[in-house]
Structures are given as C-alpha cells and as structure tokens.
C-alpha cells in the first residue's frame, strides 16, 4: 500500500495534546466532549477547546473527529441531537466515531452531510459488517482489535473500494470483543462503556480452581490462569 492511502490518526485527550500531535506529524486526531465519549475520567473537550482543536488542525492540514462511542442506554439518547447540531453548527469536525446504531441513526438524520466513522466498540471482525455499515452511509470503520492482519486484508478484499478502514497498532487491548467490558462494571460499579473503565481491565487476569469449571465471582482463588490480554504493538 502506498503511504498516501495510509492516514496516522493520534488519540488527544486534551487540547495541549491536539497541537503536539499536530505539530509532530499526525494526520488526524480523535477527541472526546464532555458526552457521549469513552473517556469520562479524561479532561476531555469543551466545544470551545474542540473548536479551537479544530481550526488549529485545519490550518495544517490535519482532520479531527469527535467521538461519540458509548454504548446509549434510553436516557442518553435525549441530548444527542442537541449535542451532534452543536458539532456540526460550533466544531465542524470532519466526522463523528460512533458504535451505537440509536447514536449513529440520529447522527444521520441530524447532521446528514458528515462523515460517521464506526468505533471499534461495534466490534467489527468481518466483512459482512462493513457491507452493513456501507449500506447504512458510514464512510469509516474501525476493526475489532483482535483481528490479525491476514482478516483485515480479507476484509478488504470483500468491500467497496469507497469504504476505509482504520485499525489499531498501539494500545490496550480490553477484556471481551473490543472493549465491551464488562468485567470493571462487575468489580467497581464503572461502566466501561460509559466510559468509565477502571485502568485493570484491559488486563486483568481471571483465575478459577483447579477442578472446577466455573469462574471464582469474587475473584479470591488464584491457582491457575484462564484469561491474560495483553497490548497490541504491531
């Protein structure tokens, strides 16, 4: 693949951080508001810090796409559709990253004419999915982290050509398909896909007895592993 076709796209979890990733190179950057993101012990962005982030990008070239990943429950759908027109009319970034399809429908509707990237939260491992999302108007979507590279070339063999995908290279990888952990919720009362994750749970071991099928629910018998993840550095 040439380097043209390949975008280096930076995670900023403030606005400090947007301009040094700008400054050394990146060619896009995601960020989070203060909704609707998985960062929600991060610093996260204002919509005047997101603005700013993104007039400093556009200046230099650089896109910036504002996630909007969590996993909806009811009362989180009422303030979408205010928040994604503050995006469009106030921000003006260059797409939303989102996995839930409630999210991703009043996306559509509301701000029609912006690109949506699918979040690797949507836990997609195959081509079928991405055909799915084509159908439905995404332009983007991120693979699950688990995928080897032989799949995503698979992938890329059973898709439109218009369709991109995004990957990562660097990071944590989390308990359960592509972050849907469940497991920090379960131990702390934190819903990661609320954004709350506690820092543990991309990995965490599981430990059961020796002799015994079923998983200690309070996590004390520690005599043999039955679950370790770990990072991706590819």
């Known amino acids: 693949m040439k380097r043209e076709n390949i975008e280096l796209l930076i995670p900023a979890?403030?606005?400090e951080v947007l301009k040094v990733a700008v400054i050394y190179?990146?060619?896009a950057v995601y960020i989070g508001g203060e909704a609707f993101g998985l960062r929600a012990k991060a610093k996260n962005f204002t919509l005047e810090e997101m603005a700013e982030g993104v007039r400093f990008a556009h200046e230099r070239g650089v896109k910036v796409y504002v996630t909007a990943n969590i996993l909806a429950h009811n009362y989180d759908l009422d303030g979408a559709e205010k928040y994604f027109r503050e995006l469009d009319e106030k921000v003006?970034?260059?797409a939303l990253i989102i996995s839930d399809p409630g999210l991703f429908d009043i996306a559509r509707r509301t701000v029609p004419?912006?690109?949506i990237h699918i979040s690797t939260q949507a836990n997609n491992t195959n081509y079928g999915t991405y055909n799915f999302w084509h159908r439905m108007g995404a332009s983007r979507v991120?693979?699950?982290r688990e995928l080897s590279l032989e799949e995503i070339k698979q992938i890329r063999a059973n898709i439109p050509k218009d369709m991109e995908i995004e990957t990562f290279?660097?990071?944590a990888m989390c308990i359960s398909y592509s972050g849907r952990c469940l497991l920090s919720s379960f131990m702390a009362g934190r819903d990661a896909n609320k954004g709350a994750s506690i820092p543990a749970a991309g990995s965490i071991?599981?430990?059961r007895s020796q002799g015994r099928a079923n998983i200690c629910p309070y996590m004390r018998m520690r005599e043999a592993h039955i679950s370790l993840t770990q990072r991706i550095c590819v």
């Open 13 to 15: 979890s403030s606005l």
């Open 25 to 27: 190179g990146a060619d």
């Open 92 to 94: 003006h970034p260059d």
């Open 113 to 115: 004419d912006m690109d």
């Open 142 to 144: 991120v693979t699950a």
């Open 169 to 171: 290279v660097h990071g």
């Open 205 to 207: 071991i599981l430990w």
